[in-house]
């Protein structure tokens, strides 16, 4: 059964950091995509970026809100994912999920974590 | 940047009653990469609906997605009370690469 589990979310002040995890098991961590999805009650679902598997070099991708501020890493060896997230402005304020992509030539996600929060507020 | 469009906002429908979703494209979008979740409160979306009609494994057959082109609709044939939840549309572009997400309908 995959699971994904998130964690490391919570209160940081604008301007702040914050390290997301997401523990994997279930499927073969190092042959997927995976990717983080946010969610805010205004903005609705905003995809924030991905990492895709070994055999396409692990290469980054992000969107454009996060580019240069936002890094996500993987670390096959234990099943995690990370999200490095810097320079933090109250719109980063989301349930951020983390998601696999094992299909690539469909493109979804399709398993998700349960979520973690993140509130970005002074 | 290709926007979707999802309506209506919210369907209020009574069991045993069709629900029809529209999600629409502000271009062409590859029906390869049209995708639907369901979330229900509280919940992470699930994949419900990939390659515009091909449903995800453990998902009843009174759902049904279809369309091409800037058009796409998902189609719940039979309500029951358990699909009451928001669905979401979703598209992949590769160039730059790109998640767009449809802002949603609610079903009650």
């Known amino acids: 059964e995959v699971q994904l589990v998130e964690s490391g979310g919570g209160l940081v002040k604008p301007g702040g950091s914050l390290r997301l995890s997401c523990a994997a098991s279930g499927f073969v961590f190092r042959d997927a995509y995976m990717n983080w999805v946010r969610q805010t009650p205004g903005k609705g679902l905003e995809w924030v970026g991905r990492?895709?598997?070994?055999?396409?070099?692990?290469?980054?991708d992000y969107a454009a809100p996060v580019k240069g501020t936002f890094t996500i890493s993987r670390d096959n060896s234990k099943s995690m994912l990370y999200l490095h997230m810097s320079s933090l402005t109250t719109e980063d304020t989301a349930v951020y999920y983390c998601?696999?992509?094992?299909?690539?030539?469909?493109?979804?996600?399709?398993?998700w974590g349960p979520g973690t929060l993140v509130t970005v507020s002074s | 940047e290709i926007v979707l469009t999802q309506s209506p906002g919210t369907l209020s429908l009574s069991p045993g009653q069709r629900a029809t979703l529209s999600c629409r494209a502000s271009?062409?979008?590859?029906?390869?990469?049209l995708t639907w979740y369901q979330q229900k409160p509280g919940q992470a979306p699930r994949l419900l609906m990939y390659?515009?009609?091909t449903r995800a494994t453990g998902v009843p057959d009174r759902f049904r997605g279809s369309g091409s082109g800037r058009d796409f609709t998902l189609t719940i044939s039979r309500l029951e009370p358990e699909d009451s939840a928001v669905y979401y549309c979703?598209?992949?572009?590769?160039?730059?690469?790109?998640?767009?997400f449809g802002q949603g309908t609610k079903v009650e």
């Open positions: 990492i895709k598997n070994t055999n396409d070099r692990e290469t980054t």
């Open positions: 271009q062409s979008v590859n029906s390869n990469f």
């Open positions: 979703q598209q992949y572009g590769s160039s730059p690469p790109m998640y767009i």
């Open positions: 390659g515009t009609s």
């Open positions: 998601t696999t992509l094992m299909t690539v030539a469909t493109q979804n996600f399709d398993y």
